[in-house]
């Protein structure tokens, strides 16, 4: 019916029918590696893997059916198979049927309640969940956009946003006085001044502070300097440089590395919940796009990961309706090729530092299908950061002021 030849060029197209099926293939594997073995260029050979990668949340729920039931299928709906002839026509293709490399499954919680505006003045919004937010210290901002990038086709396809699809959490890492009584005025003053600290360089969206009021700092449609240089990937899209795509929520607290209680006060923690829960109604924010400032920071220069580290552990993921996010593997790491070193085992604790392990597993894992060596690989995935990252990544990114660790 088809020479090994013919075989060999539609079968990726084969399996990314499959996928959009719902039809599960047998022996895939040699198949697409045989195929990924004849493409002589290692970026393109790269980007043909990750497009054809099992995406395990939906193939596991489907029963497996004979390769070649796949192929009539896929043939009766394709009528060109000359098109994979060349290359860059195969990763076009690819460019509808994205392939999300590797992480592990988060949690699946419940889609967020109905939150609405209660009352609004000059000074401060009430929302029906008991939210309340103090607009006296808002800046005002540029408009935000930025790109998000479709993980089948890594690099190309970008799709233009304006409405923030994330929150990354921070800590102020500022000077604390004791939570007593005895010390209101001394608490009073220093948030004070911590606040018109961080309205000037406009860091965050929004600042929780110690005694768990939220106040709005930049506009939700405006970016905040809160990121810096940084990367993350839900299911389907990857983020580069988050200061425009991600919202800023920072509490007023200290984080240190690798502990297991939370450091911040129990009120403060409410606060957070009240915000993530409007936040998340009114952008339609995903849960996975809710993540802590250590998980995002990248560092360019060395191309590590955690240049910041506040929230490298204990976030109360679950007392704000989250699924526990730090348990997905680094997307500086699989998809960007950054990596770590024992500074970070040191400095971000042992739950950050094993998930980096995996990730950095999952990189190799994929050099070897991809039958190059893991440095000559990590070496594609970095170049097609360093192109993401532009214009923002060859100048200053801003990002956390006030945190300088
Ligand atoms: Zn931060």
């Not at 499954?105 to 889609?111: G, K, S, T």
């Not at 530092?353 to 039958?371: I, K, L, M, R, Y």
Request: aromatic share 10%.
């Amino acid at each position: 019916m088809f020479s090994p030849e013919d075989f060999s060029r539609i079968r990726p197209w084969v399996s990314w029918r499959a996928r959009q099926v719902g039809i599960r293939i047998k022996g895939v594997k040699p198949v697409v590696e045989w195929s990924a073995a004849r493409i002589s260029d290692p970026v393109w050979r790269l980007r043909y893997l990750q497009a054809v990668a099992p995406r395990p949340h939906a193939l596991s729920r489907v029963k497996p059916v004979p390769a070649i039931v796949v192929i009539l299928l896929s043939v009766v709906g394709c009528g060109a198979i000359v098109a994979f002839r060349h290359k860059p026509v195969i990763m076009r293709a690819f460019a509808g049927g994205p392939a999300a490399p590797a992480a592990r499954p988060v949690e699946v919680r419940e889609a967020p309640r109905d939150v609405w505006l209660v009352e609004k003045t000059a000074a401060f919004e009430s929302y029906s969940n008991g939210l309340r937010i103090e607009n006296q210290y808002r800046a005002e901002g540029d408009n935000r956009s930025f790109m998000a990038y479709p993980l089948g086709a890594l690099g190309s396809n970008a799709e233009p946003r304006s409405v923030p699809v994330g929150i990354v959490y921070h800590t102020t890492e500022s000077l604390l006085a004791p939570f007593e009584s005895s010390q209101n005025t001394v608490l009073k003053r220093v948030g004070e001044s911590l606040l018109e600290y961080v309205r000037r360089r406009r860091c965050y969206h929004f600042l929780i502070d110690r005694f768990g009021r939220v106040f709005r700092i930049v506009d939700e449609t405006s970016p905040a300097g809160h990121a810096g240089h940084s990367v993350w990937a839900d299911g389907e899209y990857a983020y580069v440089n988050l200061n425009d795509s991600f919202l800023g929520i920072s509490f007023e607290a200290q984080t240190g590395a690798g502990e297991a209680a939370t450091a911040v006060e129990a009120h403060q923690v409410r606060a957070a919940a009240m915000l993530t829960e409007m936040l998340r109604r009114r952008y339609g924010i995903e849960a996975a796009n809710c993540v802590t400032h250590a998980q995002v920071s990248v560092n360019p220069d060395n191309m590590r990961i955690g240049y910041h580290l506040d929230w490298a552990s204990s976030f109360p993921f679950d007392r704000l309706g989250l699924p526990d996010n730090y348990i997905v593997p680094s997307p500086a790491i699989r998809l960007f090729g950054f990596s770590f070193d024992s500074d970070f085992e040191q400095r971000a604790g042992p739950r950050m530092s094993g998930n980096a392990a995996v990730a950095e597993d999952q990189v190799v894992q994929q050099a070897g299908a991809a039958h190059l060596a893991p440095e000559l690989y990590r070496k594609s995935l970095r170049k097609l950061y360093r192109r993401l990252a532009q214009p923002a990544g060859t100048g200053a990114v801003a990002g956390d002021g006030v945190l300088a660790r």
